[in-house]
Nanobody, 115 residues
Framework: QVQLVESGGGLVQPGGSLRPSCATS????????MYWYRQAPGKQRELVAT???????NSADSVKGRFTISRDNVKNTIYLQMNSLQPGDTAVYYC?????????WGQGTQVTVSS
């Protein structure tokens, strides 16, 4: 059974940091490209950051220089280091695992940036 479990979201003040994680099981993690998406209320889900099976990374322009995606192939987990958080970053953050035609989603973790 495939599971992707996000954790590490929460409430933070503007300018603060969070580091959500996504622990996976039931997949050959090393072979999967991994993604972080987010969805704010009333908006479409958007891609935030990508890390390939080979470790190459990319991020959306809106978070470049503030967010960093990483992976641990021993713990089968990805992370999203989020710094200098802004109210506009408030959303549910989802992880996604993808290999060719296979795709799996986690349940999401809420990130709220507010004073």
């Amino acid at each position: 059974q495939v599971q992707l479990v996000e954790s590490g979201g929460g409430l933070v003040q503007p300018g603060g940091s969070l580091r959500p994680s996504c622990a996976t099981s039931g997949i050959n993690f090393r072979l999967y490209n991994m993604y972080w998406y987010r969805q704010a209320p009333g908006k479409q889900r958007e891609l935030v950051a990508t890390i390939t099976s080979g470790g190459f990374t990319n991020s959306a322009d809106s978070v470049k220089g503030r967010f960093t995606i990483s992976r641990d192939n021993v713990k089968n987990t990805i992370y999203l280091q989020m710094n200098s958080l802004q109210p506009g970053d408030t959303a549910v953050y989802y992880c996604n695992a993808r290999q060719v035609t296979l795709t799996y989603w986690g349940q999401g973790t809420q990130v709220t940036v507010s004073s």
